[in-house]
């Protein structure tokens, strides 16, 4: 037949067989099939099976999660009404603002936040920030924390890679690299950068270094440490955008920085609640529950533990 001919000039692709025991019907045979099968198909039958399917177990499980959905939102507003009374020189917890839309901080890329981390350490008077996240690092020697140059985009000796943020102590020997992720998950790159770094500065012989990534990239950043160990012998530990909220939160809470640095950290602190870890804005609508929803269980439990620890004094 012409179309089986076709598939052979074709090199019988699709996996069609010469000899399969499938050929086309003529539209003029198909008159002569006996159809008479269809007499019994009731489509009203079917129909009565679903609508009499039983959904109580589900109604009643889903009554349990909004429930405790809700106990949540009660410690929610009593510790956002702690966080007011600590924080009302800036205008009480950050929760209570749409971060999302801030126009002033932008939020797209990787570059920006690490601009904005950047300005936040390096502006530091006190150094509480920089201790919060790196001091358990610096055992054997001292470090000042406290308005350290934070290099921003540094090309590495090779010129082949470029290091997010590349901060140097006022001691003269130790330096800190941190690699800033918000959604990429190239993680490889992050060793071959981290060894031509330590080559760039090699007057710095107290090298640590960072990945700051969301928890939800922490075990494929796992895999790939893995299967990195056995070619570079560098450690390189992970650091979340949850643990730098908490930080923050310390930080606004302890005092002993101005004013400007305080905004800045405020409108810093907010923006990643809410555009990297999914809080919620605590308005009057949350707090009647009118905007309970499925999608609002993790951000809830995140946003508890942000505020818990960061009344930790820990």
């Not at 159809?35 to 099976?49: A, K, T």
């Not at 090779?158 to 992720?181: F, Y």
């Not at 640590?208 to 570079?232: D, G, V």
């Not at 529950?289 to 951000?299: A, H």
């Amino acid at each position: 037949m012409e179309w089986m001919d076709n598939k052979e000039k074709m090199g019988n692709k699709n996996g069609y067989r010469k000899d399969a025991s499938f050929q086309p019907q003529p539209a003029d045979r198909l008159a002569d099939l006996d159809w008479s099968f269809l007499d019994s198909f009731n489509l009203c039958g079917i129909e009565e099976q679903i609508v009499s399917l039983n959904w109580t177990d589900l109604d009643d499980w889903f009554k349990a999660a909004y429930a405790a959905l809700e106990e949540q939102y009660i410690d929610l507003d009593k510790l956002a009404t702690d966080w007011d009374k600590r924080l009302h020189d800036l205008g009480g917890d950050p929760c209570v603002y749409d971060w999302k839309e801030f126009r002033p901080l932008r939020l797209e890329r990787e570059e920006d936040w690490s601009d904005w981390l950047a300005h936040i350490l390096q502006t530091s008077k006190t150094g509480f920030l920089a201790g919060q996240l790196f001091g358990n690092a610096f055992r054997d020697i001292r470090i000042d924390f406290a308005q350290p140059k934070v290099k921003r985009e540094v090309t590495i000796i090779t010129g082949e890679r470029r290091a997010d943020l590349c901060i140097q102590w006022r001691n003269p020997t130790a330096a800190t690299h941190v690699e800033v992720k918000i959604g990429d998950e190239n993680f490889d790159k992050t060793f071959d950068t981290s060894i031509g770094l330590r080559r760039t500065y090699p007057d710095r012989t107290n090298w640590t270094h960072y990945i700051l990534l969301p928890e939800a990239s922490l075990e494929n950043w796992k895999e790939c440490q893995e299967h990195q160990r056995s070619q570079f012998q560098i450690d390189i530990a992970e650091i979340t955008w949850t643990q730098i909220a908490i930080a923050l939160r310390k930080g606004l809470r302890k005092g002993g920085e101005d004013i400007l640095w305080r905004t800045c950290a405020y409108i810093f602190c907010g923006a990643i609640e809410q555009k990297i870890l999914g809080h919620i804005q605590m308005n009057e609508e949350t707090l009647d529950g009118k905007t309970l929803s499925w999608e609002n269980f993790r951000g809830v439990a995140s946003q508890l533990h942000v505020m818990k620890e960061g009344m930790n004094d820990g």
